[in-house]
């Protein structure tokens, strides 16, 4: 019985272990996958990182980000700030009406809440 006891309690200790390695290595690759965020109001959503790409549309409210990657594209500055960090991913406009769901577009740097361009937790393109 002691001898069961022992190979049940290793048996549990090594499947917890690699449950951990595992559960470490996936949470690195969805943090390397995408940043959750926001976008300011009123930013204009890109098809690539230059103000003179097609408009796909402009955020009425705040919206909820999810950043894969940057790129330095355009610099573009607005007040006292400039950047010419852009960032790509989704952008969901819940509040406005109707709600809107901009996917796999650029968003200016200037306008992503990340708190620094580029954003250390966000990978290049």
Avoid at 63 to 92: D, E, H, L
Wanted: charged share 15%; proline share 3%.
């Amino acid at each position: 019985m002691a001898k069961r006891s022992t190979r049940l309690a290793a048996t549990g200790l090594a499947l917890g272990a690699a449950l951990s390695l595992l559960g470490t290595a996936g949470s690195a690759e969805a943090a390397a996958q995408a940043v959750n965020t926001t976008v300011q109001a009123h930013s204009n959503i890109r098809e690539a990182a230059t103000t003179n790409s097609r408009l796909v549309g402009t955020t009425q409210f705040e919206s909820v980000a999810y950043i894969r990657c940057y790129t330095r594209g355009q610099y573009v500055k607005v007040g006292n700030y400039g950047t010419n960090v852009w960032y790509f991913g989704n952008a969901f406009d819940d509040d406005a009406s109707p709600a809107h769901a901009y996917l796999n577009v650029w968003m200016w740097g200037g306008n992503v809440n990340v708190g620094a361009d580029p954003s250390p937790e966000v990978e290049p393109c």
